[in-house]
């Protein structure tokens, strides 16, 4: 138990659904993260949230759309996706994403997304 | 160019055992951290070590060291006394430090199987 939840954490959605994946943490950190983990592909970026501001948008398709409302709460809001979107979503999270190099990210357990 | 190199796809060790994960980075940053990650077939990703580019000593942590050096850009794991519960895949990841853009990149991993 590292301290970061995710619901749901598996996820069977249509195309034309919309879903909201949820992360929470419990560490007191002040920077959140998502990332997107393919089958054969390294991890990737997509947002980074640092004090509930985003400071990091990884060139993400506008059918994803993060919600950071406080530094504890993470969401990531899916519309209209696409098969290839099928992934596991990792949540993470860390003291400061503007602090030095030694933030370390804890993550959550992931929400395994499939888009028929 | 790819910044994080992890050149073992798999690898099979007998229990007990001691085995290396090899990485390699590239960074023109002085400031730097590197970071293990294990992830179980769970899909949680787990924070194992760091060692920030500083550091005059090797990270440790239980039965993880992490052989840094500098010179060759390289930072394998060490896992000492394998145990069957070290089976994952464990990813390496790099963050250049004191940048506005708290990017973590990680490697394509390493599938750690060990036998009993």
């Known amino acids: 138990e590292t301290g970061v939840t995710q619901t749901p954490r598996h996820l069977v959605m249509g195309m034309t659904n919309k879903k909201s994946l949820k992360c929470e943490q419990h560490?007191?950190?002040?920077?959140m993260y998502w990332y997107k983990q393919s089958a054969k592909k390294p991890l990737e970026l997509m947002f980074v949230?640092?004090?509930?501001?985003?400071?990091e948008n990884n060139s993400v398709p506008s059918r994803f759309s993060p919600e950071c409302p406080n530094s504890s709460h993470l969401f990531l809001h899916l519309h209209t996706l696409q098969p290839e979107d099928s992934a596991l979503y990792l949540c993470a999270s860390s003291q400061d994403a503007q602090g030095d190099g030694t933030d370390t990210q804890y993550f959550g357990p992931g929400t395994r997304l499939t888009v028929l | 160019a790819q910044k994080i190199t992890q050149t073992q796809p798999g690898m099979f060790v007998q229990e007990k055992e001691a085995v290396t994960l090899d990485c390699t980075y590239d960074?023109?940053?002085?400031?730097?951290?590197l970071f293990w990650y294990k992830q179980p077939s769970s899909g949680e990703m787990i924070f194992l070590i760091y060692q920030g580019s500083y550091d005059q000593q090797n990270a440790t942590e239980g039965r993880y060291s992490l052989n840094f050096q500098k010179a060759r850009k390289s930072a394998n794991l060490v896992i000492s006394a394998s145990q069957l519960g070290d089976s994952a895949m464990y990813f390496c990841a790099m963050r250049e430090g004191y940048s506005s853009a708290s990017k973590i990149i990680f490697g394509s991993g390493t599938r750690l199987s060990i036998r009993p």
């Open positions: 560490l007191g950190h002040n920077a």
């Open positions: 960074t023109s940053d002085p400031s730097y951290g």
């Open positions: 949230y640092n004090f509930k501001e985003q400071t």
